[in-house]
């Protein structure tokens, strides 16, 4: 790493602008995953409703 670390007039590390920082890449991260992950959940509504059903109708005595 060569980036200098920021910090505040009196020479102290700028914690606020690295917990932003780090806020802002965690929801970014987060939109990420909840674009994506809805689309692999989509997919999974046959295979489960498939499986459901096959439970029904091999092991009926558990419901």
């Not at 670390?5 to 990420?32: E, H, L, N, V």
């Not at 995953?33 to 499986?51: D, E, N, Q």
């Amino acid at each position: 790493m060569t980036d200098t670390i920021k910090t505040r007039p009196d020479g102290s590390i700028d914690t606020g602008f690295y917990m932003a920082r780090g806020r802002q890449m965690r929801s970014q991260q987060a939109a990420d995953m909840a674009r994506t992950g809805s689309r692999k959940t989509l997919s999974l509504v046959p295979v489960l409703a498939i499986f459901g059903l096959a439970v029904l109708v091999i092991v009926p005595g558990l419901l």
